[in-house]
């Protein structure tokens, strides 16, 4: 199919021409050879036969790559550095779509016995490979994945990311997109946030230093960025050390948007429909499924839904047991009316009230 389309660009006689990613860019060379050609997001055109050189590119042929080999060996570091019991590790490509694939398989093997890991070499060129893949490597007591950067990865980055969540298997993924999802989730689940709130977070009412986050603007499902539903959606709420991490690592991962916002890799406003989706993957990975296997909730308000019953439930069982005035303040209600009309069958019922006032009694009348 690519070759087909260099073909018709061929005959189109252009001025210049842009390719992105190697396969794209391969397709082309094959082709043409003395139109001008721009390419972005070319893993190794070195070695792929594009330029000469880095410095001298030579013939039609220039671009931006923004990968660099020794980065498998960093990968694999950063994977011994969260797991460090790690011992044996995937790496997974496609050499149909990643025919650059020793131009990282060569540092990772080489990094592999200086952290006494295993290097596991994995070609995948179907999807349908990925679970029996990783459910096998999840039954090593010590298991752990690299996922290579190409466009086949991109493509099903979901149900990688699924199918590691689901069997617990710790893994180091290429590029911001792949984890976009865990900070969006965490904020979402710890934070009670709205789903517009969520969209609308920006960095500036994010205070790291303080471990605090202000609510102070939203955006609703159309994009349009505007004010808290009322005056008690104004409000402060701490964040707890994970969600802090989480956020500075993403900030550090996140270059500076247009709106300044939290949830996306580019800053700009994350769609509603994009939300949803981050949530079912996560939904099938913790087993919150129907009977034919889709996600019980659908909807980012089901974590908020969430959060009340986190808050509300007693100590004994794990989690608050805060009274309803506080629920009201975190969840950012307008009238402690509308949280007990929706969350009051939560509360803990009075058993013992009937034994508290004859105590009282007691003490009162002797």
Not at 46 to 59: A, D, I, N, Q, Y
Not at 63 to 85: D, M, N, V
Not at 259 to 288: W, Y
Request: proline share 9%; net charge positive; glycine share 8%.
């Amino acid at each position: 199919m690519r070759q087909q389309f260099a073909e018709e660009l061929v005959a189109l006689n252009p001025d210049l021409l842009t390719s992105h990613g190697t396969p794209s860019t391969a397709a082309l060379a094959k082709q043409i050879h003395t139109i001008p050609i721009i390419f972005v997001n070319v893993t190794d055109p070195v070695g792929s036969g594009f330029v000469e050189s880095l410095s001298k590119p030579g013939g039609n042929f220039t671009g931006f790559t923004h990968y660099e080999p020794t980065l498998a060996s960093k990968w694999l570091q950063l994977l011994k550095e969260i797991a460090p019991r790690v011992a044996k590790v995937a790496f997974f490509y496609n050499p149909t779509t990643a025919p650059y694939f020793d131009y990282y398989i060569a540092p990772f093997k080489a990094a592999a016995p200086q952290l006494g890991v295993e290097a596991i070499v994995t070609p995948v060129r179907d999807k349908a490979e990925f679970a029996p893949i990783i459910a096998a490597l999840a039954q090593e007591s010590n298991g752990g994945l690299i996922v290579m950067p190409d466009v086949f990865m991109t493509a099903h980055r979901k149900e990688i990311i699924s199918l590691a969540a689901r069997y617990h298997l710790p893994a180091v993924y290429p590029l911001p997109l792949f984890t976009a999802a865990r900070p969006l989730l965490l904020t979402a689940i710890v934070t009670r946030l709205r789903s517009s709130e969520l969209r609308g977070l920006r960095w500036s009412d994010v205070d790291l230093k303080k471990g605090e986050l202000h609510v102070r603007q939203r955006a609703d499902r159309y994009g349009v960025i505007g004010p808290p539903k009322s005056k008690f959606g104004y409000r402060t709420i701490p964040l707890g050390p994970t969600l802090l991490n989480v956020l500075r690592e993403w900030k550090l991962a996140c270059p500076n948007g247009k709106h300044d916002l939290v949830p996306t890799p580019d800053g700009g406003i994350a769609l509603h429909n994009n939300v949803v989706r981050a949530l079912k993957p996560a939904a099938r990975a913790a087993g919150l499924t129907a009977a034919k296997g889709s996600p019980k909730y659908t909807g980012p308000h089901a974590l908020r839904h969430f959060f009340a019953s986190w808050c509300i439930n007693p100590l004994d069982r794990g989690v608050q047991g805060l009274p309803p005035k506080v629920v009201q303040q975190q969840l950012g209600h307008s009238t402690i009316a509308m949280t007990m009309d929706t969350y009051g069958h939560l509360f803990p019922a009075d058993e013992d009230a009937g034994k508290r006032l004859a105590d009282a009694e007691r003490v009162l009348l002797g």
